[in-house]
């Protein structure tokens, strides 16, 4: 017989909430609840009815120096002065790296990602958002993005520079967290404001991020075709509201405005998401979040199980190694981007991968185009069946 004080009974009767140890640091919903108190304007538009202009929306803003608020401050403009990105990250909680990719660099990018972009499309592959359609785990589309990944000065001529940075403010050996692109289509709505550093929520009010996102700005971005939307300096607020602290008003939104070539690097704690696209022509970014080092299991399950032992485990073992994906973890081809990360999630089974990679069966989206064959467009992509299970799974 187990002793008493280990029964499930006696734990629960013994654990009201009050008494938890960390409850309130863990469980109080700032600095999220006092910034839609404080800041309704920052609420995301219905995706159901025609977004509202002229209502004083988030997404209802222009470039800083055409902005109202904003035209008398010192903002930060593309530069290659290092001292000066310095400069701008800490205060402003973004830079911007002018000719970060040569001429070359972006037209081969952005080629690229557009033409992927249509391939996915006729696969019936594609991963559309409100907002405008992602191409995800961009390392397996194109030579350009693995070498933009490390960095490699013939993919991104600002790479070394770009390098320092990351040392300097996630510290050596940081890795990449994912690389996607984001397109903002014509008719699309805004992206809600978010920090990429979310899931680290109470640890936002450290001095130094936990995660640094580098946009490549492969185009022209501007208030018209959807530049990204800032509150500049808004990762600011959330360091000085400290643990537990309350967010006050924040300052109007900016559409970012940026030349092809241009990389963002940005604070995970800067205020942010897709703007709208008021164009006829679609406009892609593509972004690399680098998170630091220790972000992720120690123990690599994903490769280590063996697969005997995966074929036995419950889902919560499943879960316990990692292999139930979530939005901020463990996603596969995107697979599990909007999963809620509990045991047994379908839309988060990333099992499957796993198992058809053992099988010699995985078969990942490569390159594809609008010219691709049909034989190309409908070989039978590992991630099209998880999606179709998933959804199977969710209706029954
Ligand atoms: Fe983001």
């Known amino acids: 017989m187990e002793p008493i004080e280990f029964t499930a009974e006696h734990v629960l009767e013994n654990s009201p909430r009050e008494s938890y140890i960390f409850g309130e640091f863990l469980s109080s919903r700032e600095p999220y609840k006092s910034l839609y108190e404080h800041n309704p304007w920052l609420t995301p538009p219905d995706y159901k009815k025609p977004l509202e202009w002229g209502a004083g ?35 402003w909680g973004f830079c911007l790296i002018e000719d970060a990719m040569s001429e070359r660099q972006c037209h081969e990018f952005l ?38 990944i490390e960095q490699d000065v013939s993919a991104v001529q600002a790479g070394l520079l770009i390098e320092q940075i990351m040392n300097e403010t996630l510290g050596k050996g940081w890795i990449c967290h994912s690389f996607l692109s984001n397109g903002a289509d014509p008719g699309g709505y805004p992206q809600a404001l978010h920090m990429d550093q979310g899931p680290l929520l109470p640890w936002v009010t450290e001095e130094a991020p936990a995660l640094v996102n580098t946009m490549y700005i492969p185009q022209d971005v501007n208030e018209e075709n959807g530049g990204t939307l800032v509150i500049p300096g808004s990762h600011r607020a959330f360091i000085e509201a400290g643990t537990g602290g309350e967010i006050g008003k924040l300052p109007p939104t900016i559409n970012l405005e940026a030349k092809a070539g241009t990389i963002m690097i940005f604070d995970g704690r800067l205020l942010h998401g897709t703007g709208v696209n008021r164009t006829s022509k679609r ?107 998933a959804r199977d799974a969710s209706k029954s």
């Open 283 to 389: 406009r892609i970014v593509a972004t690399m979040s680098n998170v630091k080092a220790w972000m992720r299991t120690q123990e690599n399950w994903i490769l280590s199980v063996a697969p005997d032992v995966l074929e036995g485990a419950s889902d919560k073992l499943l879960h316990r190694m990692g292999l139930q994906a979530l939005t901020y973890g463990s996603t596969i081809e995107g697979f599990g981007l909007g999963a809620n990360g509990r045991v047994g999630d379908p839309w988060g089974s990333i099992k499957q991968f796993r198992s058809a990679a053992d099988d010699g069966n995985y078969i990942r989206v490569r390159r594809l185009s609008k010219s691709s064959s049909l034989d190309e467009l409908n070989q039978p992509y590992t991630v099209r069946a998880a999606m179709r299970g």
């Open 57 to 91: 929306g988030y997404w209802d803003t222009t470039v800083g120096r055409k902005h109202e608020y904003w035209k008398s401050y010192d903002l930060p403009c593309a530069t290659k002065d290092i001292h000066q990105m310095r400069r701008d990250f800490k205060q």
């Open 111 to 148: 080629v690229r990602a557009l033409d992927q972009a249509e391939g996915e499309k006729l696969a019936g592959v594609d991963q559309p958002t409100p907002t405008g359609q992602y191409v995800n785990t961009l390392i397996n589309k194109g030579d350009i993005f693995a070498k933009c």
